[in-house]
Structures are given as C-alpha cells and as structure tokens.
C-alpha cells in the first residue's frame, strides 16, 4: 500500500464541477493499492500517517503531528500509484489491486484514521475527480506498507 502524502494548507476534490469535499490544514493523502495488501498494511500505513512529525513546532521544526495541530486529512483513491513505468512509455498497471478489494481496503484506511479522531474527508473510489490543493511547503512523502 502506498500514500502520497502531501502537507497542505488546504484542499480539495471537485466531481462533474461540483465540489465534493475540502478540508483546511492538514494532510492530503493519493492513496494507492497493490495486490498482495491486506488490512495489516492499512493499519501500518494509518498508524504511521497519523503520529508523522511533519509539521513545524514554534521554533520552525517538523515536531507536530496532524493530530497535534488538530488538522484534516483527505483521503483520495490513485491508483496509478500502482502504475509500473520501468518498461517502455506506456505504465503498467499489473500491480494494481482489483477494484473491489482495493475499495474495501480504501474504506478500512478511512476508517482507522477516524478510530483516531482525526477528520477525514474523500473522494470517490473510481470516479474520475480534480484534486486542488495548496502545498504547504511544499512538503511531500512517500510512504509504503
């Protein structure tokens, strides 16, 4: 399981032009599914995601945690995060999680975010959605579980 985690100022996922969800501080995580993840791997990924120091403390140094600045989190379904680019021009998607297995374990990441208190807003699993985001720093990490 991958996220793509970017600290943002805020964010934001519109479908068909209209807004579906925004949140303000926080985190906006493109999280993707591979074959092979299981539950064990979403409950690293949120563990992880929730304790990560990646927000500054009153001297400027990553020290806070998202729950530490009370922030958000927006979660969105990528899976091209799956995508395997070392052949050729065109990605492969071989890696990637079918969808319904993929949705279920989506679905249980919002979830352990939530059994931690923090908000979590989404997208849609599948739809084609635009993300709009103001990075905070820009600060962005890659995490695999």
């Keep these: 399981m991958k996220g793509l985690i ?7 996922v519109t479908i068909d032009g209209k807004l579906y969800s925004e949140i303000g501080h926080g985190i ?9 993840d299981e539950k064990e791997n979403a409950e690293k990924l949120a563990d992880k995601l929730s304790k990560l120091r ?4 009153e001297n400027d140094k990553m020290n806070l945690s ?4 009370k922030g958000e989190i927006l979660v969105v379904s990528q899976f091209t995060l799956a995508g395997d680019c070392k052949k050729g021009t065109r990605p492969s998607f071989d890696k ?7 949705n279920e374990l989506y679905e ?14 989404t997208g849609v699993f599948g739809a084609m959605m ?3 985001l103001i990075n905070d720093g820009p600060v962005t990490f890659m995490l695999e579980f």
């Design 6 to 12: 970017q600290r943002v100022k805020r964010a934001s």
């Design 28 to 36: 906006l995580v493109l999280l993707g599914v591979e074959k092979g």
């Design 54 to 57: 990646i927000f500054e403390d």
């Design 66 to 69: 998202v729950q530490d600045i």
């Design 96 to 102: 990637a999680e079918l969808p319904q297995k993929a």
């Design 108 to 121: 249980y990441f919002n979830d352990l975010i939530r059994e931690k208190n923090i908000p979590v807003k």
């Design 130 to 132: 635009d993300i709009e």
